[in-house]
């Protein structure tokens, strides 16, 4: 009898090792053909499930996340927040979210990493920091594709030596025009561009003195212009290397610039009686001008120095200078790249 109730429990104990067995290799076999299961049903639930050991259910877990946009974004600054190590994971899907997200997911997540950098223990904050960083390059593509929607006229400038391998455009001047509806809050926005070296805001164009002042603080090395629509066709840079007068880094095809005869790389002395010494001096004379008007111009080219008389221009809605009578606005310039 003894030994028959020892075979009995021996069976059972079998029989329940099997059971676990069975139950392990299927929870296993679940997590791999079914992550899902191991996710959870809730934003926080996928967060935790960002550090889950099984690789399916971390990549299940991204997938949640990042289909849920922006509601994602709390919970996974909670969870930073909450650590005092790095949680790459959680990082990974801000940085996804922000880069294929709508703007008012951008929006949160960028709101989420500035509280982080504020709140977060020391080694998560070197990391938010660089997070924010990364994140740079997609802020202003983001911001300046928001400000084409809402009129902004943006160009760029050669750099003094522009490379052959990155030839990206690179946000330099943003023109604000009759086209702008932005107003005073659009250039609030704007004045997140960190590459934004001038401002140029033609006529009224909705945007208020107090607006430019505050912009003109936040970017104290800009140069805010408030203009007339008359316009050279001219683009340049002073400094050091061009010997404090502007030299020319670019000019329109078509344009009175052109046609006078500026070049790429002369000097730009005085338009009229007016020393040019920064582009607010090249746009100064220019206030209460009309397109069709013509100016003097003093240009230095090599050991010449030579007066040009130019017709002004007008902008188009693509920030380039036509003449009064030109092609309509819907056929942009082809500018020419010089190197």
Do not use: K
């Amino acid at each position: 009898m003894a030994e028959r109730a020892s075979r009995f429990r021996s069976l059972l104990l079998r029989g329940a090792f099997v059971a676990a067995a069975a139950s392990a290799v299927a929870g296993v076999a679940g997590y791999l053909v079914y992550p899902e299961i191991a996710v959870g049903d809730a934003p926080d639930d996928w967060v935790r499930a960002l550090d889950h050991d099984w690789e399916s259910v971390r990549r299940a877990a991204h997938r949640r996340l990042t289909a849920e946009g922006r509601s994602s974004v709390e919970p996974l600054v909670r969870s930073i927040a909450s650590r005092d190590d790095p949680q790459y994971p959680a990082f990974n899907v801000l940085t996804e979210l922000y880069r294929f997200g709508d703007t008012a997911t951008a929006d949160r997540v960028e709101n989420g990493l500035r509280e982080l950098m504020e709140t977060s223990p020391p080694r998560v904050r070197a990391q938010v920091r660089n997070c924010f960083n990364q994140l740079r390059d997609a802020r202003e593509e983001r911001l300046t594709a928001r400000g084409r929607e809402l009129g902004a006229v943006f160009r760029g400038v050669p750099e003094e030596r522009p490379s052959l391998v990155d030839l990206r455009f690179r946000p330099f001047t943003a023109i604000l025009g009759p086209e702008w509806t932005g107003g005073d809050e659009g250039l609030e926005m704007l004045s997140g561009l960190s590459r934004l070296g001038r401002l140029h805001v033609v006529g009224d164009a909705g945007v208020s003195d107090e607006a430019l002042a505050r912009f003109e603080a936040r970017h104290p090395q800009a140069e805010v212009v408030r203009r007339g629509p008359a316009d050279l066709g001219i683009a340049g840079i002073v400094g050091e290397a061009s010997a404090f007068y502007l030299r020319v880094t670019d000019v329109d095809p078509g344009s009175g610039a052109e046609r006078a005869g500026v070049r790429h790389r002369d000097f730009v002395v005085y338009v009229d009686d007016v020393l040019v010494e920064s582009s607010r001096d090249l746009h100064a004379p220019l206030v209460g001008r009309q397109p069709g008007e013509f100016v003097r111009i003093l240009v230095r080219r090599g050991t010449q120095w030579l007066w040009l008389d130019v017709e002004l221009g007008r902008l188009d809605r693509h920030g380039h200078c036509r003449l009064v009578g030109n092609p309509s606005d819907d056929e942009p310039v082809e500018l020419r790249p010089r190197f």
